[in-house]
């Protein structure tokens, strides 16, 4: 076996680990699991880091469960939340769970030697006694240790459920549950997980006798101050549907250049001599962007797929290089449309630079089109123009009748004309 624990300390994964987990996994092949509740429709960029702590277990040879929270959703971890979450319905929980499955089954083997596989806790904790769970399980727990778990003692001003409060327990049952049941030794998570995951292996210890180990990555920061995975539109996700494979790209490539090296390291299986040498090339020139372009290639790559990374790169290049939009495809402006707000008006005859500003919604009247074209502020096809009295003319459409129209730096519209 590799020497995984080495490579995962490396890449920033370790915050937190059990003594002896290194010796553990050089031993033998493992199987480890990590847990996700399913209280979104989709997961989000910040549960991308225990899938790629799962990823790199796979790769070493070791068995990845992703567990998904069918029954443990349905009480809400207090981990990290101020205030209690909003219990969902259980049908909610169903559709949300469905959709998360699909996303995993990018991201994870499931047909490799080291096949990953996908539980549900809702088919033991659901039926589940709860005498018979107090007795064979709650008797482990002492209150007072409880109250002393981070995930709890940080809501005791606020308050907290005795239904989240139970929660650690579910937890704990899951590892058990899994180390009887598929010889599971190893739970992984994020920094906030800690108390859980060693309530689940002090159970373990208790009950069956058993070694168990965990190992938690540390949140993840980023250089700006803003919070990870968040952006001014909202939350990123890895629903296509919900966060478009260009958005997705564009997080990564906008990155600070005080990130981007922690981030190759943590979210792309790139070998270690080429991040080592991508961060060097970044180091000499960081204005290129080379290294926030590689990011956002891989991690594009591994979550949509090389088509969406390829048609994000074609978008990008359109918009923020030098590239001369007369020079793109017909089929990369359809992808802009996607990406950009567009608008069609009837016909490229007589349209007035005023009018085409308007049209594209990037001003809300004719008189403050007028004022930013004065100011330079509106550029056609990226140049720049600043005569309010511009018509345009038949060189300025673009294969298929596209006019690309900016606002500022960062506004961007399509008009597109015909019906």
């Known amino acids: 076996m590799s020497n995984l624990f080495a490579e995962l300390e490396w890449r920033g994964f370790v915050h937190h680990a059990t003594q002896g987990i290194g010796a553990h996994l050089a031993d033998g092949r493992r199987t480890a699991y990590c847990g996700f509740d399913p209280t ?21 040879g070791h068995k990845p469960i992703v567990l998904m929270g069918g029954g443990t959703g349905l009480i809400g971890d207090p981990s990290g939340k101020r205030n209690e979450r909003p219990l969902l319905s259980k049908e909610q929980i169903r559709e949300n769970l469905q959709r998360q499955r699909d996303q995993m089954a990018k991201l994870l083997d499931f047909d490799g030697p080291a096949q990953a596989l996908v539980l549900n806790n809702a088919d033991w904790l659901v039926k589940q006694s709860l005498v018979d769970f107090l007795r064979d399980v709650g008797k482990h727990f002492s209150v007072n240790i409880m109250l002393q778990k981070e995930s709890v003692k940080a809501r005791l001003d606020a308050g907290i459920s005795y239904t989240e409060f139970s929660y650690m327990l579910l937890q704990a049952y899951d590892f058990l549950h899994l180390f009887r049941d598929r010889g599971c030794t190893i739970q992984v998570g994020g920094s906030d997980q800690w108390g859980n995951i060693t309530a689940g292996i002090d159970l373990i210890r208790r009950v069956a006798g058993g070694e168990a180990h965990g190992l938690v990555a540390p949140l993840v920061t980023m250089a700006s101050g803003a919070k990870f995975g968040k952006t001014e539109a909202g939350a990123i996700y890895l629903d296509p549907a919900l966060t478009s494979p260009y958005k997705f790209y564009q997080f990564w490539y906008n990155v600070d250049d005080r990130d981007v090296e922690a981030y190759l390291k943590l979210f792309t299986l790139l070998p270690r001599p080429d991040i080592e040498g991508q961060i ?29 990374a390829y048609n994000a790169t074609a978008v990008n290049a359109i918009l923020f290089s030098d590239l001369d939009p007369r020079q793109v495809e017909a089929s990369a402006l359809d992808l802009l449309a996607r990406e950009i707000p567009t608008a069609r008006v009837p016909s490229s005859d007589g349209l007035s630079l005023v009018d085409a500003v308007v049209q594209a919604g990037l001003a809300k009247s004719k008189s403050e089109a007028r004022r930013a074209i004065e100011q330079g502020g509106i550029y056609v096809n990226q140049q720049r123009v600043k005569d309010p009295a511009r018509k345009i003319a038949p060189p300025d459409w673009l294969t298929g009748g596209n006019l690309l129209l900016r606002k500022g730096k960062k506004d961007y519209a399509l008009l597109r004309a015909g019906r």
Do not use: C, W, Y
Request: charged fraction near 20%; proline fraction near 6%; aromatic fraction near 2%.
């Open 40 to 60: 979104a429709p989709s997961l989000q960029l910040g549960n991308l880091m225990p899938i790629m702590l799962l990823r790199h277990f796979q790769l070493a």
């Open 280 to 308: 060097k090339t970044h180091k000499n020139d960081p204005s290129r962007r080379e290294a926030q372009a590689k990011l956002a290639i891989e991690a594009t790559t591994m979550v949509h797929g090389k088509q969406a």
